[in-house]
């Protein structure tokens, strides 16, 4: 009995030992969970335990400017935006002076005399050399020159025999008085005091960079350009500056551009128009390679050519701005750098060339249209108008700027152009006599489009 009673005892304390060993494992586990972070998720990427406690680790950028920084530019809500509740057809501007000035030409030199000097098939350097023998004066060229000139120079200021020097080398100089040297460079640096009006001004920029020129830098507030080049950049702009100072009129488009999605498996019936515009409000129709081109009354504008569209499809906007360009030249207008945002027609370039004046014993806007991207030309469009009629260019599938072989895009997906063409008539300050925004209207408008 005892002995069965000492067996039972050595049970009870195994129990009861084994009771305790679970117990302390129990606390340590309990005291581990108050200690450890409970996550609800863990993901393992490359052997990281990534968490919403986990900061985000990012590769390394090249130095390069962001996109949108890239983008920035002060004249974009210039370019595209269009006031069409406050439209003017016709504006007078009073004539303004365009005045260029070269910067950084240096100290003025001595006030020496300079007579019977002769050099032969030599570069500037050489004749500035000869010419200074003997006057502390130094000749540093900054850049090679060697192009050879030729003259003779009676008698005059040697300011006056260093410029012509120059001019005939096709090089620039400048005079550093505390160094005592005559710094010959291929290169120089200009201001273009602009006119006031800002459609002048876009038109000026627009020929400007149509003759290559990319380092310009323009303060819109006291409407200035400075920029750098060489002889020809400054023959070009000389150029360009003259021409439209002699132009009395400047042409100007607004323009929309759409996106047409048809609501049903069917192009848009743009014959349509007839019922819904009025026959007197459409005057002309001009095919294309692709697309036509339809000329519409001055009735006919964005909100009701909005309206049209609406009742057959999906209409969107995806850019919007203005151009200018002097009577006779040509520019454009860059769908993508007003676009609202990334699309297929991004690439598409509006280009115009048009002049002002007689048609065929009237006074009409003869303009060639052409619409094309980086693949070559889309389509063009020769539209002679009066002033006041507007474009609407439709047909022109949106399939071609799709460059994959297959899309989502509708086959009946249009793109559609609406151009109003405006007139501007640059005037002697003296004569002008209209509103205070410069404005044709009413009984002036009439007197203007009946000249």
Same mark, same amino acid.
């Given at each position: 009995?005892?002995?069965?009673?000492?067996?039972?005892?050595?049970?009870?304390?195994?129990?009861?030992?084994?009771?305790?060993?679970?117990?302390?494992?129990?606390?340590?586990?309990?005291?581990?969970?108050?200690?450890?972070?409970?996550?609800?998720?863990?993901?393992? &990427?490359?052997?990281?335990?990534?968490?919403?406690?986990?900061?985000?680790?990012? =590769?390394?950028?090249?130095?390069?400017?962001?996109?949108?920084?890239?983008?920035?530019?002060?004249?974009?809500?210039?370019?595209?935006?269009?006031?069409?509740?406050?439209?003017?057809?016709?504006?007078?501007? =009073?004539?303004?002076?365009?005045? &260029?000035?070269?910067?950084?030409?240096?100290?003025?030199?001595?006030?020496?005399?300079?007579?019977?000097?002769?050099?032969?098939?030599?570069?500037?350097?050489?004749?500035?050399?000869?010419?200074?023998?003997?006057?502390?004066?130094?000749?540093?060229?900054?850049?090679?020159?060697?192009?050879?000139?030729?003259?003779?120079?009676?008698?005059?200021?040697?300011?006056?025999?260093?410029?012509?020097?120059?001019?005939?080398?096709?090089?620039?100089?400048?005079?550093?008085?505390?160094?005592?040297?005559?710094?010959?460079?291929?290169?120089?640096?200009?201001?273009?005091?602009?006119?006031?009006?800002?459609?002048?001004?876009?038109?000026?920029?627009?020929?400007?960079?149509?003759?290559?020129?990319?380092?310009?830098?323009?303060?819109?507030?006291?409407?200035?350009?400075?920029?750098?080049?060489?002889?020809?950049?400054?023959?070009?702009?000389?150029?360009?500056?003259?021409?439209?100072?002699?132009?009395?009129?400047?042409?100007?488009?607004?323009?929309?551009?759409?996106?047409?999605?048809?609501?049903?498996?069917?192009?848009?019936?743009?014959?349509?128009?007839?019922?819904?515009?009025?026959?007197?409000?459409?005057?002309?129709?001009?095919?294309?390679?692709?697309?036509?081109?339809?000329?519409?009354?001055?009735?006919?504008?964005?909100?009701?050519?909005?309206?049209?569209?609406?009742?057959?499809?999906?209409?969107?906007?995806?850019?919007?701005?203005?151009?200018?360009?002097?009577?006779?030249?040509?520019?454009?207008?860059?769908?993508?750098?007003?676009?609202?945002?990334?699309?297929?027609?991004?690439?598409?370039?509006?280009?115009?060339?048009?002049?002002?004046?007689? !048609?065929?014993?009237?006074?009409?806007?003869?303009?060639?249209?052409?619409?094309?991207?980086?693949?070559?030309?889309?389509?063009?469009?020769?539209?002679?108008?009066?002033?006041?009629?507007?474009?609407?260019?439709?047909?022109?599938?949106?399939?071609? !700027?799709?460059?994959?072989?297959?899309?989502?895009?509708? =086959? !009946?997906?249009?793109? &559609?152009? !609406?151009?109003?063409?405006?007139?501007?008539?640059?005037?002697?300050?003296?004569?002008?006599?209209?509103?205070?925004?410069?404005?044709?209207?009413?009984?002036?408008?009439?007197?203007?489009?009946?000249?």
């Amino acid at each position: 009995m005892i002995k069965h009673f000492r067996k039972m005892f050595m049970y009870v304390n195994r129990l009861a030992v084994l009771a305790l060993v679970i117990f302390g494992v129990g606390c340590q586990q309990v005291a581990n969970q108050e200690t450890a972070p409970v996550y609800d998720t863990v993901t393992v &990427v490359n052997n990281m335990v990534i968490d919403e406690n986990s900061v985000p680790i990012f =590769p390394k950028k090249a130095a390069l400017t962001t996109d949108t920084a890239r983008r920035f530019s002060i004249e974009l809500p210039k370019r595209c935006s269009v006031d069409w509740n406050n439209q003017n057809v016709i504006s007078v501007v =009073p004539e303004e002076k365009i005045e &260029v000035v070269r910067l950084d030409t240096g100290d003025v030199l001595p006030e020496l005399k300079v007579s019977d000097y002769e050099f032969r098939k030599v570069t500037v350097r050489q004749a500035l050399d000869k010419l200074l023998d003997g006057v502390d004066i130094d000749v540093i060229e900054d850049s090679q020159m060697t192009e050879k000139i030729s003259g003779t120079i009676s008698t005059g200021a040697l300011s006056d025999a260093v410029e012509l020097m120059a001019k005939m080398g096709r090089v620039y100089y400048y005079y550093d008085a505390e160094e005592g040297a005559i710094h010959l460079t291929h290169r120089a640096k200009w201001l273009i005091k602009m006119p006031q009006n800002e459609t002048i001004i876009m038109a000026l920029l627009d020929a400007m960079h149509g003759a290559d020129m990319r380092n310009m830098l323009v303060d819109w507030n006291d409407k200035t350009i400075v920029f750098e080049g060489n002889y020809q950049t400054e023959r070009e702009v000389a150029k360009i500056i003259s021409d439209i100072a002699s132009k009395k009129y400047m042409l100007a488009w607004d323009i929309d551009v759409y996106r047409v999605y048809p609501r049903t498996d069917n192009p848009i019936i743009w014959m349509n128009m007839f019922p819904a515009f009025g026959d007197k409000n459409i005057k002309m129709s001009i095919p294309g390679v692709v697309g036509r081109a339809v000329v519409v009354g001055p009735e006919i504008n964005t909100k009701t050519l909005q309206e049209f569209m609406q009742q057959q499809a999906n209409v969107v906007l995806i850019s919007q701005g203005t151009f200018a360009i002097p009577n006779g030249w040509q520019s454009r207008f860059d769908i993508g750098q007003c676009s609202k945002e990334e699309r297929l027609e991004t690439d598409l370039i509006v280009g115009a060339t048009a002049k002002y004046g007689d !048609f065929g014993g009237r006074n009409k806007v003869d303009a060639k249209i052409v619409l094309r991207t980086s693949n070559g030309e889309l389509t063009s469009f020769t539209i002679p108008s009066t002033i006041g009629d507007n474009y609407i260019i439709v047909g022109i599938p949106t399939h071609s !700027f799709v460059t994959t072989p297959e899309t989502l895009i509708s =086959p !009946f997906a249009e793109l &559609v152009v !609406f151009m109003s063409p405006r007139l501007i008539s640059i005037v002697d300050p003296a004569s002008v006599k209209t509103t205070a925004q410069g404005a044709l209207v009413g009984d002036a408008l009439r007197a203007f489009l009946n000249e």
